[in-house]
């Protein structure tokens, strides 16, 4: 399905907490040029301009927003990620329902190579909730799982685990002396579940980057 760029940017701004008029501002055009675009088609397309902007400011390709995929990989040099409708527990664990994803984010090439060697088909964007990983990952914060990175690889570090049918996401701590971890729960006012089996954590990747909305 081709993705229509005005319910993209609708779909963005509400997700994000964005309003059309400040967006009008940020590229420097009325403060109903958004809005118009948006509900009643006019313009017909983003100018190469405004396109770029908002691309740059959501983090996206330029083709969600109605660019040419060649425009926007010799330009850009952004890669997408997959955001997958789920929520990632960091407190009782949350239900997989549905597993499957669309673009969401996309980063610079160099700087996610930077951070993983994993290809970004690889990679997941999903959304946490609950508060036992206070402070380090919040409710509502989007965290970059490679799940490239899991057990065969596993070592200190935030990794999304799946328990039953649910999905957690907690700090491991290894043993240095044996196959055994800790669970752990950086808010204090949660347990940890100390002295587990390596073999017993069914690892879905290693979370290497979070993003959030500041208030």
């Not at 501002?25 to 908002?54: H, S």
């Not at 996401?169 to 390596?198: E, F």
Request: hydrophobic content about 40%; aromatic content about 6%.
């Amino acid at each position: 399905m081709v993705n229509d760029p005005r319910q993209v940017l609708q779909r963005l701004c509400s997700e994000r907490g964005e309003d059309f008029a400040g967006l009008s501002r940020m590229l420097g055009r009325n403060p109903a040029y958004v809005q118009q675009f948006v509900r009643r088609g006019v313009p017909k397309r983003l100018g190469e301009e405004e396109r770029g902007k908002l691309a740059r400011y959501f983090g996206i390709s330029e083709t969600l927003l109605g660019g040419r995929a060649e425009e926007a990989s010799g330009s850009s040099g952004l890669v997408s990620v997959i955001r997958h409708p789920v929520m990632v527990s960091a407190g009782p664990g949350a239900i997989v329902t549905e597993e499957l994803g669309k673009p969401y984010f996309a980063f610079d090439e160099r700087w996610l190579k930077g951070l993983t060697s994993t290809a970004a088909a690889n990679l997941s964007i999903v959304r946490v909730e609950g508060d036992s990983m206070t402070p380090t990952l919040n409710a509502g914060d989007d965290i970059l799982v490679d799940l490239g990175d899991s057990n065969d690889r596993l070592r200190d570090g935030i990794y999304v685990l799946r328990i039953d049918d649910a999905l957690v996401v907690k700090r491991l701590a290894l043993n240095p002396m044996g196959r055994r971890v800790t669970v752990q729960s950086d808010n204090p006012a949660y347990p940890d579940w100390p002295d587990c089996s390596i073999d017993e954590i069914n690892c879905i990747g290693r979370v290497i980057w979070s993003g959030r909305r500041i208030a």
